[in-house]
């Protein structure tokens, strides 16, 4: 039993891994995305970090809310997929989206802290659930937490790392933006699914035992 | 009598290598670092201190009409395709050398400089004699958006001097297939574009293959000494635009006090035409795939 919740554990980090690689990885596409409309002054950073940093605080805190009503790998699963989801307007509506925004709002300063908002706030908000949830589905006893939280976070800020070096090194140079995104979507939501397979197998099968 | 001024530049500038450089401002821009240095007569902007690629623009302190930088002489072959281009649009202004050249060969020209750095048009004012009246403008924007926006204002330059680039750093967003399109749509009807650029190995087929998707082929001058290149293209593409022989009379005479040789320079342009060196199958840059920094560094 140890050893399945182990497996179960190294799971979840790795989801977590995912989830932190995907992040960055798609913020630091995000200055590439706005660069047509909004140029590539100082301030669109200023406006993704902003909006990035502003979403994951609202994900942690809405993640963390969330893990109190009867947390499962299923809902951590469904959140993986929603997150996907979310993420697919950036390849198909951003153009258009950014072209209103840009025809008008004249100052790109907050024109690009628009199209932020609107293309990264809601994916990032879904994605910063993660990180609490992961800790509530590690967490057994109260004398660990902090150790748990610990490695969590030391998993998801390497992924977030990986990310980030991986995308700007490499992935901007072999693939289209829109290829890269979409490829993160599918990884997340295939991650997703899995962790809802599992969790209905682990059902199943405890279900089994407990008929035995 | 035009050999005797190349002779005196030449000492000049012999003559003020020997002299010590002496940093006369040195400021941290949101952007980069931005140093003028005296050296002699000669005074250069330079945006960087390690690297060797860095001088943006020189003049002598004496002679401020004289183009001291090779690129900047080899833009003036561009009008051999339009000596008198009426609107002109210079996107990235250091030290306004251009500007101020072109402001007293067309005093009646009206143009639009569009700089990024607000440090830069500063220093470009207070150190390089930059100046402005009713028809040179500067902007301070992203050279991107202020094409996109004076589409939308319905506007139209006879001539786009591309001079964004420099040896170290390339704004990706400015060498993509989209932001041609938007700088083509801006030409009237006979204008034309011309990029500075320092595009090395790998990068140099990518941004060929760029501009060839969207002007067709085009014309180029190098310079012997380093990776710079002139590219220089028309609305109408090539064919329309074969040079008038009697243009090179016309400017001649204009253009030598600059230190220009049109004639020298008109036998160095040469068309990809029938030149193509390059590979075919290329891939061209676009919004969605524009690693041009990454690709000149290899």
Sequence with gaps: ?212 | MFKYVKLLTLLLILATSFVQAKVIHNERSLYRNILVEDKGDLRCLKFNVKSTKTQQSCYLKSQPQQLVFNYTKLLMASLLLNPEPKRILIIGLGGGTMSNTLAQLYPNSHIDNVEIDPAVIKVAREYFGFFENENVKTYNQDGRIFIKRALLKKQSYDWVILDAFNGDYIPEHLLTKEFLQEAKTLLSDNGMLSSNTFSLSELYAHESATYQAVFGDFLQIRNSTNSNRIILVSKNGLSNTTIDTKNIARLDARLTPYNVNIEQLHQNIVSTENNQNWPQNTRVLTDQFSPANLLNSK
């Design chain 1, 1 to 212: 039993m140890t050893k399945k919740s182990n497996y179960s554990n190294i799971f979840i980090y790795l989801l977590a891994f995912t989830s932190g690689f995907s992040i960055m990885g798609i913020e630091l596409l995000g200055g590439r995305i706005l660069a047509p409309f909004f140029g590539s002054s100082v301030h669109i950073w200023g406006s993704i970090i902003t909006v990035f940093m502003l979403s994951l605080s609202l994900g942690y805190l809405l993640g963390g809310k969330l893990s109190t009503r009867s947390p499962s790998l299923s809902t951590y699963g469904l959140i993986f997929v929603v997150a996907a989801i979310t993420l697919l307007p950036i390849t198909l509506f951003s153009q258009w989206l950014m072209e209103a925004i840009f025809l008008t709002v004249e100052d790109s300063r907050y024109g690009s802290l628009l199209a932020s908002m609107a293309l990264f706030f809601i994916p990032t908000v879904i994605l910063g659930m993660l990180s609490p949830y992961s800790v509530r589905l590690l967490v057994t006893s109260s004398n660990e937490s902090g150790q748990v939280a610990g490695k969590l976070y030391f998993v998801s800020t390497l992924g977030s790392a990986l990310g980030t070096i991986v995308t700007s090194f490499y992935l901007i140079m072999w693939f289209d933006i829109n290829v890269i995104i979409f490829s993160f979507c599918t990884l997340l939501a295939c991650l997703g699914l899995l962790a809802i397979f599992i969790n209905k197998i682990k059902h199943s099968h405890a279900s089994e035992l407990s008929h035995v």
